[in-house]
């Protein structure tokens, strides 16, 4: 059974919705949306720090394999990521680029079928979220060793 996730983007008044039907927890998901802003993020843009070039970043997903453009949020979410950028004024050379102001995790117990949220702000390079992440990371790795030991 798929651990099944949205990932969604938020730019204004527009809203993009990808699914991911396996591997949508946070050692995964959280680790391979991390790598897609870094690889999205514009370098030496001007004085602002940490542009996401979002044309880039919603290509990213759509040509890696593991995700596809969805019109809305499935039924059996286990995850959702929300990636919140800030909306403003775009012209010439900034179309498609903007700042991430949050990322807001979603996740549902199973059990109870309740969602709880965590907001991680944009600091530095996502820092919050990203120690959320390696943390989950490390857990994994930990429970595969465990597995290989036994």
Do not use: P
Request: charged share 25%; net charge neutral; proline share 0%.
């Amino acid at each position: 059974m798929g651990t099944r996730c949205n990932v969604v983007i938020n730019f204004g008044d527009t809203k993009i919705r990808i699914y991911r039907h396996y591997d949508g927890y946070l050692a995964i998901t959280g680790e391979d949306i991390l790598n897609k802003l870094s690889a999205s993020n514009v370098r030496n843009y001007d004085t602002k720090k940490n542009t996401i070039n979002i044309a880039q970043l919603v290509q990213s997903f759509l040509v890696d394999g593991n995700y596809r453009l969805e019109s809305e949020q499935g039924g059996d979410l286990e995850y959702i990521y929300e990636l919140n950028f800030n909306d403003v004024y775009q012209c010439g050379n900034d179309y498609n680029k903007s700042n991430l102001k949050n990322v807001i995790l979603h996740e549902r117990d199973m059990d109870t079928r309740k969602w709880s949220s965590q907001t991680f702000k944009e600091v530095g390079v996502l820092s919050e979220f990203q120690a959320v992440v390696t943390k989950e990371v490390k857990a994994m790795f930990a429970r595969m060793a465990k597995v290989d030991a036994a």
